[in-house]
C-alpha cells in the first residue's frame, strides 16, 4: 500500500512563495501520474497540477504560470513551487498519485481517478 506525507505549507503574505513536499513509502512516483488539488472550505476539491509519468504537464488554469509541479530523480518525493500567492489561493493542499497511468489527460483533473493522497497541509495566504 503507497502511504503519501506531505510537508510545508504555513502562512505566507500575497506575492510570498511556498514549496510543498510529498513523499511516498510503500512504493515510488515513478512511472505514475501525480498531481495536486486543493480544497478551500466550503468549495469543491479543485485541480491544481498534474504531471504525467511520460512527462507532460497540465496545470489549473487559474494557476497562471505561478505554480510549479516537480518529482525528484528518486522519484520518492513530489513538489508543488507556488509563487506569487493571492489571498484567494488560502486552502488545505492533497498530493494524490494513481496507481495506472492515465491513457489520456481528459480526466487528469478529475480527484476520484486518483487512488493515493496525502493527509493535505494548510496554506494561508493573509497580510
Known amino acids: 500500500q503507497v502511504r503519501l506525507v506531505q510537508s510545508g505549507g504555513g502562512l505566507v503574505q500575497p506575492g510570498g512563495s511556498l514549496t510543498l513536499s510529498c513523499a511516498a513509502s510503500?512504493?515510488?512516483?515513478?512511472?505514475?501520474?501525480i498531481a495536486w488539488f486543493r480544497q478551500a472550505p466550503g468549495k469543491e476539491r479543485e485541480f491544481v497540477a498534474h504531471?504525467?509519468?511520460?512527462?507532460?504537464?497540465n496545470y489549473g488554469n487559474f494557476v497562471a504560470g505561478r505554480f510549479i509541479i516537480s518529482r525528484d530523480n528518486s522519484g520518492n518525493t513530489m513538489s508543488l513551487q507556488l509563487n506569487d500567492l493571492k489571498p484567494e489561493d488560502t486552502a488545505v493542499y492533497y498530493c494524490a498519485a494513481k496507481s495506472v497511468a492515465f491513457v489520456s489527460s481528459n480526466d487528469v483533473w478529475v480527484p476520484g481517478r486518483y487512488d493515493w493522497w496525502g493527509q493535505g497541509t494548510q496554506v494561508t495566504v493573509s497580510a
Open positions: 504531471l504525467d509519468w511520460r512527462g507532460p504537464i
Open positions: 510503500g512504493g515510488t512516483f515513478s512511472n505514475r501520474d
